[in-house]
């Protein structure tokens, strides 16, 4: 058993460092490629401290961008192996606790009634309203008798999501023109996020991070049940707070910084589980590496499909979640985490 487990380990480690190369790689793409290419000798040089004025300009340009990528990735993979970690359900995605939809509602009510105009004020109000929301789920799951369960607060999710996001389509309707400034962050794009919109974000990453890894071990006990669980001496309720803060921080940060992207939390951990089997701390690590490679490489593909024009990273994503799922929801042994 113990070789096994070291093994185990050995597979996870190379496989992480493996992740990490190729985030290195999407990390330079993302910095080179765009309406005006640079060369990856010219990237090199500015990292350095040299290249021309027009190359430390584009790149100049292209670093924050290629910074909010990778925040938005690590969050969303880290809170989709925890909500699919605690529903105990495969197929659920950050979404799942209404995240997007109050993220995007408090911004529609900015936008409609404060006149809010730039992405730098619709972050704090993104993260508010991500917060409250999920906030709102966890209490009516909880509320009645039984506490909590995975099944309730889906449905509070679920419930809660539509009736906001149908609302913030009112809005949006009912005042195109004061809407304009919200069309690029309502699809999920990275376009002009500088570091006055990064820099805030980092902490509360860093802080749904740290909740995250103390999570891990509890969320291996409740992966078999509430009863084991607590037979276990695992403390349920607490790991139920904790999830929520986290996901609450992760998902809501990322919102707040790109709008709603689809389906990252949804694939990532799913891939970490093929690859590093079920321990929700490979699974956490794996889904933390892989993000955001998968959300460069899909703005990079956004830059250049209809260039020099753009498509949202949101959009992209869409294109290549949507065919996962069908495939994930026709799998057998889609039912299970396992």
Known sequence: MTGVAVDRSSRVAIGVCGLIAALIVAVGLSLMVGSNPVSASSVFDVVTGGGTSEAQYVVGLRVPRTVAGVLVGVALGA????IQAFTRNPLADPGILGVNAGAAFAVALGVAFLGLQSIGQFVWLAFVGALVVTVGVYLIGTAGRGGADPIRL???GVALGAVFAGVTTGLTLSDPDAFDHMRSWNAGSLLERGFDVVVPAIPFIAAGLVVAVFLTPGLNAVALGEDVARAQGANV?????????????LAGTATAIAGPISFIGLM?????????GVDQRAVLAGSVALAPVIVLVSDVVGRLLIAPAEIPVGIV??????PVLIVLARRRKASTLA
């Open 79 to 82: 809170a989709g192996a925890l």
């Open 317 to 322: 994503t869409a294109f290549v979640g949507a």
């Open 154 to 156: 889906t449905l509070a």
């Open 268 to 276: 990532v951990p799913h891939v970490a589980r093929w690859a590093f």
């Open 237 to 249: 309720g607490a790991i139920r707070t904790g999830t929520i803060v986290a996901v609450t921080l």
